[in-house]
């Protein structure tokens, strides 16, 4: 079972981000200073062992209107895992309980 971000350690997560996707910690610390905040946008999924976030999928809920109608769409985002971790089904099961979680929540 995967955790949500709050119960774990952040800068872990911004670790693991940092492997996978260089240079976003620095963007997000500008973004957050011009006043956009980070998180809250969506529902984390994290794989973690000890405090130490291995596996990371985000679920972001987006309202988009299509030829006057609206609809609520369901994005699965920020996919990575650890490269001493990979090829060992954690992105596969997170992924898995994002959309399970999107489709109790009537997202899909």
Request: charged share 30%; hydrophobic share 40%.
């Amino acid at each position: 079972m995967s955790r949500i971000l709050q119960k774990i350690n952040k800068s872990s997560c911004f670790e693991l981000f940092e492997e996978s996707f260089p240079g976003l910690k620095n963007k997000i610390d500008r973004y957050e200073h011009l006043g956009f905040s980070w998180g809250g946008y969506g529902r984390l999924f994290i794989k973690e062992e000890k405090g130490i976030a291995l596996s990371h999928v985000a679920f972001l809920k987006r309202l988009v209107f299509i030829e006057g109608k609206r609809y609520i769409l369901g994005v699965l985002h920020a996919i990575c895992t650890k490269a001493a971790h990979r090829k060992k089904g954690f992105a596969s099961t997170l992924i898995k309980e994002a959309l399970k979680w999107a489709e109790k929540n009537q997202i899909l």
